[in-house]
């Protein structure tokens, strides 16, 4: 059982760490971590390639989240460390999409990938979040900002829910690993250089 849950975890970061948005960028003939923010995640891609691709990267991204956790819960069945598995597991996706071991641990900010972690957790906490993010963004125009306050909203979302305390513990490390990889994003949203999507889309 042993050997069995740690290739799940291993395996969940691997499938994690795949940068789905640089190989469709590469396949359109463009490396998106030399252009626009440099990021390989569906904003960018967005941005330079069109929300078609931009969407098809965000839906790759979020399985990237879901999809290990899910196959995990079937394959490890009950036993008392069920909970404990399938969290390490939504875990090592994030950490493999934002530190992937293909691309020199250079990777995402964890946003699309921890979407499909929350997903699986608690889809109800994730649609009061998506709806905060919406309208951080609709008023602010950043992306970051909407993500910033959605991922710290989600703890919150899951506590006032119910949901079970090794939940809550998986949202809180995954939204602080959000944070930390936003930290440039911060700074400049504090000093009023961050690029705003309206300002973006227009240009």
Do not use: Q
Request: aromatic share 10%; net charge positive.
């Amino acid at each position: 059982m042993r050997l069995i849950s740690f290739l799940l975890v291993t395996v969940s970061y691997l499938v994690g760490a795949v940068p789905f948005g640089l190989l469709l960028s590469r396949s359109s003939g463009v490396d998106i971590r030399t252009r626009g923010s440099g990021n390989i995640g569906a904003t960018n891609v967005a941005r330079l390639l069109g929300k078609k691709m931009g969407i098809l990267t965000l839906l790759l991204d979020v399985a990237k989240g879901f999809l290990p956790m899910f196959t995990t819960a079937l394959v490890i069945g009950g036993g008392p460390d069920r909970n404990l598995i399938i969290a390490l597991s939504g875990a090592a996706s994030v950490i493999g999409h934002m530190y992937p071991l293909y691309l020199g641990f250079k990777g995402g900010k964890g946003v699309a990938t921890g979407l499909g972690v929350f997903l699986y957790l608690a889809p109800l906490s994730v649609f009061f979040s998506l709806l905060l993010f919406i309208v951080a963004v609709a008023l602010s125009g950043f992306v970051s900002l909407g993500s910033l306050l959605a991922s710290a909203a989600i703890p919150l979302w899951m506590y006032l829910s119910g949901e079970a305390g090794w939940k809550i513990l998986l949202s809180c490390f995954i939204a602080v690993l959000i944070w930390l990889k936003h930290i440039p994003n911060i700074k400049r949203l504090l000093a009023g250089s961050e690029k705003s999507w309206k300002k973006g889309k227009s240009s």
